[in-house]
């Protein structure tokens, strides 16, 4: 069973802050993980997909893989409370057939920023 | 551009009913994914669909069924709905015909509630 491990929080920072999000996930051979943004009610809204070690950097979002420790992370600068809502992180399972492939999601962290 | 579309918004069905939702990717993407995700869960992978035919599928019994049509456009049928069913349907859209075009979009969801 491939898994996503997210700490559920709520996480919780002040106006201006960083905020830190961390993911783990059990596949070894995955090869693209993204984030997911989600207000309550509504959909998720793709923010960062990463497929190499490193950083990758967009506006006030950086995210950064580590394939050896299995470890994505979302650093998001300048924390505002619009940024209030329930990240989620996904790695892509390709099938054995390579056929087709599915987003694996962890819980999800909620994330309060107070102004 | 038009994103992602889902209908109905809103269901309310009764337990041993069946139900189908129904999707249209956004312009451009060939590969309709469907999810459910329960209160305070991730999405879960249900199956994927591209080229007409299911490429994938995750651990969901076999009263879920679905269907691609020629304009890419997808349903998700339900048979025989029980209380457990009630959750958020998502709808997410990608290219698998395209190299790295495994960024997936979603749609707003369709919230099916089982009485």
Same mark, same amino acid.
């Given at each position: 069973q491939k898994e996503v491990e997210q700490n559920s929080g709520p996480l919780s920072v002040p106006e201006g802050a960083i905020a830190s999000l961390n993911c783990t996930y059990s596949d070894r051979v995955s090869q693209?993980?993204?984030w997911y943004r989600q207000y309550s009610g509504k959909s998720?809204?793709?923010?960062?997909s990463i497929y190499s070690n490193g950083d990758k950097e967009d506006g006030r979002f950086t995210a950064q893989l580590n394939k050896a420790s299995q470890y994505v992370s979302l650093l998001i600068r300048d924390s505002q409370p619009s940024d209030s809502a329930t990240y989620l992180c996904a790695v892509n399972l390709v099938s054995a057939n390579q056929a087709g492939t599915a987003l694996i999601f962890g819980k999800?962290?909620?994330?309060s920023v107070s102004s | 551009?038009?994103?992602?579309?889902?209908?109905?918004?809103?269901?309310?069905k009764t337990?041993?009913? /069946?139900?189908? +939702?129904?999707?249209? =990717?956004?312009?451009?993407h060939d590969t309709v994914s469907?999810? /459910?995700?329960? +209160?305070?869960?991730? =999405?879960?992978?249900i199956f994927q669909y591209y080229e007409e035919e299911e490429r994938q599928r995750g651990n969901f019994p076999d009263r879920f069924s679905g269907h691609q049509f020629p304009n890419y456009s997808s349903e998700l049928n339900v048979n025989a709905l029980l209380l457990g069913d009630s959750a958020l349907y998502l709808c997410a859209s990608s290219s698998l015909a395209v190299a790295g075009g495994d960024e997936q979009f979603f749609g707003p969801g369709t919230r099916l509630t089982v009485l």
């Open positions: 693209s993980f993204f998720p809204e793709l923010i960062m999800g962290t909620t994330l | 551009d038009a994103g992602v579309t889902q209908s109905p918004t809103h269901l309310i337990r041993g009913q /069946q139900v189908t +939702l129904r999707c249209s =990717p956004k312009s451009g469907w999810y /459910q995700q329960a +209160l305070g869960q991730g =999405p879960q992978f």
